[in-house]
């Protein structure tokens, strides 16, 4: 029986030691938990600034673009208009020498000349990409109808990053995604 309590004894202290590096290992574990939360609210506050910025720099090339646009449609609407004149000079001078039916198609076709010269596009072309304002909108209602199923889009801002290849929205002021150009 002696033999057998040193066997015991002897059990016990490999138990013993066992069971001292499993609650080590678990202190260790719990120290690089606490680690790895810090790590990933450092990570969010980061993440968080840049997309601030991200926003920012967005803004300012929208409104950039959108300027440009403006500058580009009014300087098509004043060329369009000088030609429009110029057209009704050539109609009004071939009107006195044509027939009345003559007149009438000149005027038929000045009339859509003016219809086309307001309607406008914008296009944005970038590193050898291009795309649309009415693309940009069609890719982010699409993306907010499949992230926020059940809400309706009252309100969208985009911003665009095309050296991101990525459209940035904020839609119904609460709602926030991004989807590829």
Do not use: W
């Amino acid at each position: 029986m002696v033999t057998n309590a040193k066997v015991t004894v002897g059990d016990l202290k490999k138990s013993a030691a066992s069971a001292a590096s499993t609650v080590k290992a678990a202190a260790a574990s719990t120290k690089v938990v606490a680690e790895v939360k810090k790590e990933a609210a450092a990570v969010k506050k980061t993440a968080t600034k840049k997309a601030t910025a991200v926003k920012k720099t967005a803004t300012k090339k929208v409104a950039a673009a959108k300027k440009t646009a403006t500058k580009k449609a009014a300087a098509v609407k004043k060329t369009a208009t000088a030609k429009v004149a110029a057209v009704k000079k050539t109609a009004t001078a071939k009107a006195t020498a044509a027939k009345k039916t003559a007149t009438k198609a000149t005027k038929k076709t000045t009339t859509r000349a003016k219809k086309k010269a307001v309607s406008t596009a914008v296009v944005i072309q970038y590193q050898g990409l291009e795309f649309t304002e009415a693309e940009c909108l069609k890719k982010v209602k699409a993306a907010f109808k499949k992230s926020y199923k059940g809400k309706t889009l009252e309100e969208v801002n985009i911003y665009i990053k095309p050296e991101e290849h990525k459209i940035y929205y904020v839609a119904n002021k609460d709602c926030i995604g991004s989807v590829d150009l």
